[in-house]
T-cell receptor, first 114, second 112 residues
Framework: GENVEQHPSTLSVQEGDSAVIKCTYS??????FPWYKQELGKRPQLIID?????GEKKDQRIAVTLNKTAKHFSLHITETQPEDSAVYFC?????????????FGTGTRLTIIP | KAGVTQTPRYLIKTRGQQVTLSCSPI?????VSWYQQTPGQGLQFLFE???????NKGNFPGRFSGRQFSNSRSEMNVSTLELGDSALYLC???????????FGQGTRLTVV
């Protein structure tokens, strides 16, 4: 089955700097890669996603890149703010009719230092 | 539009008992998935239902089961509870194949 590895497990950056979180996946058939943000005591919330027919996607300060050949994808947060502090999870799935199983990475605890 | 609703929010059960958790998806969403979240194992997939049919199942023992009703609401059941079943159980709904998954607040189960 699919296996997703996520690095680093913890990350501290100065406010205003950039943060990068990287994930690798094992199943070349995976075609959907969402990123979730989970604040303490709250539900995971989708912040950005990318599909395998796209190499990069941006939404304001957040961007995700996908390298299908190398089977890795990354989350980039620029101009970090204190409210970006949370645990971030990457996930991968083979998203088609009959298979909606998300395999998650182990999470990255991001701390923004004011 | 109301979000994904899970009930109850908190549960304390004794080893050997069984428990049923409920999930009401976003209106119009037909796919419901369940995940177990623990500090040690992260988010692990339990099973996924679409139109009352289980389409995928994760690597959990048969004590974990679920079902989906015609209105897309879903329940999961854990029988013969073990201490290791203590976790946050999250439900996610999506409109269908390829759709974004939206999570509920979760049910925190503590087994004593």
């Amino acid at each position: 089955g699919e296996n997703v590895e996520q690095h680093p497990s913890t990350l501290s950056v100065q406010e205003g700097d950039s943060a990068v979180i990287k994930c690798t996946y094992s199943d070349s058939a995976s075609n959907y890669f969402p990123w979730y943000k989970q604040e303490l005591g709250k539900r995971p919330q989708l912040i950005i996603d990318i599909r395998s027919n796209v190499g990069e996607k941006k939404d304001q300060r957040i961007a995700v890149t996908l390298n299908k050949t190398a089977k890795h994808f990354s989350l980039h947060i620029t101009e970090t703010q204190p409210e970006d502090s949370a645990v971030y999870f990457c996930a991968a799935s083979i998203s088609n009719f009959g298979n909606e199983k998300l395999t998650f990475g182990t999470g990255t605890r991001l701390t923004i230092i004011p | 539009k109301a979000g994904v609703t899970q009930t109850p929010r908190y549960l304390i059960k004794t080893r050997g008992q069984q428990v049923t958790l409920s999930c009401s998806p976003i209106s119009g969403h037909r796919s419901v998935s369940w995940y177990q979240q623990t500090p040690g194992q992260g988010l692990q997939f339990l099973f996924e239902y679409f139109s009352e049919t289980q389409r995928n199942k994760g690597n959990f023992p048969g004590r974990f089961s679920g079902r989906q009703f015609s209105n897309s609401r879903s329940e999961m059941n854990v029988s013969t509870l073990e201490l290791g079943d203590s976790a946050l159980y999250l439900c996610a709904s999506s409109p269908g194949p390829g759709g974004e998954a939206f999570f509920g607040q979760g049910t925190r189960l503590t087994v004593v």
